[in-house]
């Protein structure tokens, strides 16, 4: 899946670490995406970056911070990570901030917090 | 706020028969989208959908949109083990994709 690139693909953290999410794309899409997905949730969306140098609260935004560090690169980070925050984490994309454009997704990241 | 249901949430189906699955929005939807995502996969968009009572097939999949803009089906016929996976609808809320739970498909050979 070249288009979205996430890194790592699995983590293992202890309670009260942190950690950065990646996510690039090679895509030149202005709208970039972080969800989480748990078991019977569906995606929920954690926080969201309109175009570069513009980020904004999704629906599940507490224990999070996120940088859109060009137009290429969408970062989420975990300050001090949190068992409730094991999950699947997926980095998506589209051509701009509008419920009209398809996403692209990455691969996720396999999130496991002991 | 919006929110997006499907229905039902597990569908498991005897290779070669039909199955439908629902998608219900408690707000007029300007339009939704279709996922598939594959067991340890990640979500691919299928479709979308935008004008009232709209009809879309792909294949042995046909997507409609309801007449009010509120609710939207998946139908698929003659199901083959290639179709398992899970199955999102998704609506849009002020610019940004509110995600339904999803109906997870099992075929049974």
């Known amino acids: 899946n070249a288009g979205v690139t996430q890194t790592p693909k699995f983590q293992v953290l202890k309670t009260g670490q942190s950690m950065t999410l990646q996510c690039a794309q090679d895509m030149n899409h202005n709208s970039m995406y972080w969800y989480r997905q748990d078991p019977g949730m569906g995606l929920r969306l954690i926080y969201y970056?309109?175009?570069?140098?513009?980020?904004d609260k999704g629906e599940v935004p507490n224990g999070y911070n996120v940088s859109r560090l060009n137009k290429r690169e969408f970062s989420l980070r975990l300050e001090s990570a949190a068992p409730s925050q094991t999950s699947v984490y997926f980095c998506?994309?589209?051509?701009?901030?509008?419920?009209?454009?398809?996403?692209?997704f990455g691969d996720g990241t396999r999130l496991s917090i002991l | 706020g919006q929110q997006v249901m499907q229905i039902p949430q597990y569908q498991h189906v005897q290779e070669g028969e039909d199955f439908t699955t629902y998608c219900n929005s408690s707000?007029?939807?300007?339009?939704i989208q279709w996922y598939k995502q594959r067991p340890g996969g990640h979500p691919v968009f299928l479709i979308q959908?935008?004008?009232?009572?709209e009809v879309k097939k792909q294949k042995r999949l046909t997507f409609q949109f309801g007449e009010a803009k509120k609710n939207s089906s998946l139908h698929i016929t003659a199901t083959q083990t290639t179709d398992v996976g899970t199955y999102f609808c998704a609506g849009d809320s002020w610019g940004k994709l509110q995600f339904g739970a999803g109906t997870q498909v099992v075929v049974t050979p």
């Open positions: 970056s309109a175009s570069e140098g513009t980020t």
């Open positions: 707000t007029t939807l300007s339009n």
């Open positions: 959908l935008v004008k009232s009572g």
């Open positions: 998506a994309i589209s051509r701009g901030l509008a419920g009209n454009q398809p996403q692209h």
